[in-house]
Nanobody
Framework: QVQLVQSGGGLVQAGGSLRLSCAASGSVSIIKTMGWYRQVPGKQRELVAAITSTGTTNYADSVKGRFNISRDNGKNTVYLQMNSLKSEDTAVYYC??????????????WGQGTQVTVSS
């Protein structure tokens, strides 16, 4: 079993910053990708940012230049530094971990979610 524990988030004014963390434990061998998604009521969960085991990153266009994803492989932890936050960034943020190699994914795990609220 894989457990993902998220921390960070909360309430911040527009223009401010927050940092999210997600630590994985349990059967976390062969981690392929770790990432962050977000969801608002009535909408589908969307990708915010992801990072592969080799450090390749991918960002949603809406957060490019403002958010930065990083990863500590030794700690099995992924971080999301969010700067210049906007009201439209308000959402529940979820950490996601994929286990696998190359094109093969044999496990997908989600964190518990954490609320990020940006006041304008």
């Amino acid at each position: 079993q894989v457990q993902l524990v998220q921390s960070g988030g909360g309430l911040v004014q527009a223009g401010g910053s927050l940092r999210l963390s997600c630590a994985a434990s349990g059967s976390v061998s062969i981690i392929k990708t770790m990432g962050w998604y977000r969801q608002v009521p009535g909408k589908q969960r969307e990708l915010v940012a992801a990072i592969t085991s080799t450090g390749t990153t991918n960002y949603a266009d809406s957060v490019k230049g403002r958010f930065n994803i990083s990863r500590d492989n030794g700690k099995n932890t992924v971080y999301l530094q969010m700067n210049s936050l906007k009201s439209e960034d308000t959402a529940v943020y979820y950490c996601k971990l994929e286990r696998g190699i190359g094109a093969v994914v044999w496990g997908v795990h989600w964190g518990q979610g954490t609320q990020v609220t940006v006041s304008s």
